[in-house]
Structure formats: structure tokens, C-alpha cells
């Protein structure tokens, strides 16, 4: 059911509303995004000008793109997306572990899809909105934390890192911070390194603790 419910969601729900004519906002959109699978489709029409209108082998070369599409996508929640749900529920479970609050989790592997397995768990516990920031290691050792964005919103986080911390780098980092081999805060507060796990710890305690969450 949570597959299905997915596939639905994150592709046929989108090409059936193009479709229809549904817009996905009712706001004016700040800029126009022209590269979905509708529009890809829709490049594939004959030109007005061409000399031959082939709209059968156009319509070959779409069946293909939206085919190689769909297989990607099943693929992927099969294969990359499910399996994570059990990093992600083992991480969520021993939450307090890491935090008394709860409100830090720590996942032992980098890369996995997280976000939507941690909404689904938290309102299964009854906690929606609890989790403010993950840490966890990158490809190259160092450690991230990541605020916890909140659920339908885009790039809005539920608590970023402090202001004062975005933008800056390395050893001037580390000296507003008082934390050891900082690597980086990004400019919008949503995400931080550190070369150590419990520097990136320490990075999202401290920002508990200044906003008194």
C-alpha cells in the first residue's frame, strides 16, 4: 500500500493533473519549471516547420522516455527507497539515545532516503514535528547535520542552524562556535559539517540550546 501510494503521488498523480489542466499551486509560481516529464514529452511534438510530420516515431520516442521513466522510479522506491525505511526506523527508536530531548537522530550510514520514512514514523508515535536535526557521515568521512525540513514545504526547515553560523567556513567557524574542526555552515542554515561525529553532534545541540527549543 505505501508503494502504491507513492508511485501514485510522485508520478501518475503529476502527468493526470497536467493532464487535466490542474495547476499545481493556486499562488502565482516564482518561476516556471519547463523540464518535467510532460514537458519532455510535449518537446517531442513535431516542429510546425518540419518538412515530414512524424508523429508516429515522435510518439515511439516518448513511449520510450516515459517507459524508461516509470521503470526508473519503481526501481529506485524498490530498491533504494523501501530498504531504508528500517535504517531509518532503527535511528528514530534510539533517537533519546542521542539527545534526551529526542530531537536529534543519528544515522549510522549517510545517502539513504530519510525524510519521508521519518515523517511516516513520527506521526505513527504520535511526535509529528519532534526531529529538528540528523547527523550522519558523508562519502568522504566527515560528518553533516541537517535540519529536518518541514513536510510539504519546500526548502522551510522546522528549526535551521543559527544565523550567525551561515556562511562561514573552517577555523573561523570553529571559533564562533567553540567546536572543533568545523567544516561548514551553508548560507540558508539547512545543513553543516563537521570533521567529527561528535563535532556535527555538538553543532546541532548548540543550536537547540540557542533557540531554547
Not at 516515459?66 to 525505511?85: F, H, Q, T
Not at 526531529?131 to 535540519?147: E, M, N, P
Amino acid at each position: 500500500k505505501q508503494w502504491y501510494q507513492r508511485r501514485v503521488r510522485d508520478f501518475m498523480e503529476e502527468i493526470d493533473a497536467v493532464d487535466n489542466g490542474i495547476n499545481a499551486t493556486e499562488e502565482k509560481p516564482k518561476y516556471h519549471v519547463t523540464t518535467t516529464i510532460g514537458g519532455r514529452v510535449r518537446a517531442l511534438n513535431p516542429a510546425w516547420n518540419d518538412a515530414i510530420q512524424d508523429f508516429d516515431g515522435q510518439f515511439e520516442k516518448a513511449t520510450e522516455l516515459v517507459g524508461s521513466e516509470l521503470v526508473n522510479r519503481v526501481d529506485g522506491m524498490v530498491n533504494r527507497w523501501l530498504p531504508a525505511l528500517e535504517i531509518v526506523r532503527k535511528a528514530f527508536n534510539k533517537r533519546h539515545e542521542i539527545h534526551s530531548t529526542g530531537k536529534i537522530v543519528k544515522f549510522e550510514q549517510g545517502g539513504c532516503p530519510w525524510k519521508e520514512h521519518l515523517y511516516q514514523l513520527e506521526t505513527e508515535a504520535g511526535c509529528e514535528g519532534e526531529v529538528l536535526f540528523v547527523i550522519y557521515a558523508d562519502s568522504a568521512g566527515s560528518w553533516r547535520v541537517q535540519a529536518v525540513g518541514v513536510q510539504g514545504e519546500g526548502f522551510k526547515n522546522r528549526l535551521s542552524l543559527p544565523e550567525k553560523w551561515r556562511g562561514v567556513r573552517d577555523e573561523k567557524l570553529s571559533e564562533l562556535t567553540g567546536i572543533p574542526e568545523c567544516i561548514f555552515v551553508h548560507a540558508t542554515g539547512f545543513i553543516g559539517g563537521n570533521k567529527r561525529e561528535e563535532g556535527a553532534l555538538e553543532m546541532a545541540r548548540q543550536a537547540l540550546q540557542m533557540t531554547e527549543v
